[in-house]
């Protein structure tokens, strides 16, 4: 079992910036690929970054591509999501998703642990 929680999450004016974080615990951090997915209102669960074990690896839906950076200290068994120009549309709980592989993953249905999500709130 890996246990994920999520922080970082909170109200920003469109064009800023903040940082989310996700404490994992419960296994070896670095067996795992990482993964941030979104879910706004009425809408389904949507893929926004994913990073190998080492990472080493990292992709990005293109809704958030030169916006995002998703990094992790393996040290600290933490992944981060660096969302920088943000708009509107991001507006969404965001979740962690952990999975025991070397791969990066972009598929919800391929992670086995899921954090309880952050609300980011981004206001025009």
């Known amino acids: 079992q890996v246990q994920l929680v999520e922080s970082g999450g909170g109200l920003v004016q469109a064009g800023g910036s903040l940082r989310l974080s996700c404490a994992a615990s419960g296994r070896t951090f670095s067996d795992y690929a990482m993964g941030w997915f979104r879910q706004a209102p009425g809408k389904e669960r949507e893929f926004v970054a994913a990073?190998?074990?080492?990472?080493?690896?990292?992709i990005y839906a293109d809704s958030v591509k030169g916006r995002f950076t998703i990094s992790r200290d393996n040290a600290k068994n933490t992944v981060y999501l660096q969302m920088n120009s943000l708009k509107p549309e991001d507006t969404a709980v965001y979740y962690c998703?952990?999975?025991?592989?070397?791969?990066?993953?972009?598929?919800?249905?391929?992670?086995?642990?899921w954090g309880q999500g952050t609300q980011v709130t981004v206001s025009s």
């Open positions: 990073i190998s074990w080492s990472g080493g690896s990292t």
């Open positions: 998703a952990a999975d025991r592989t070397y791969g990066v993953l972009r598929a919800s249905y391929e992670y086995d642990y």
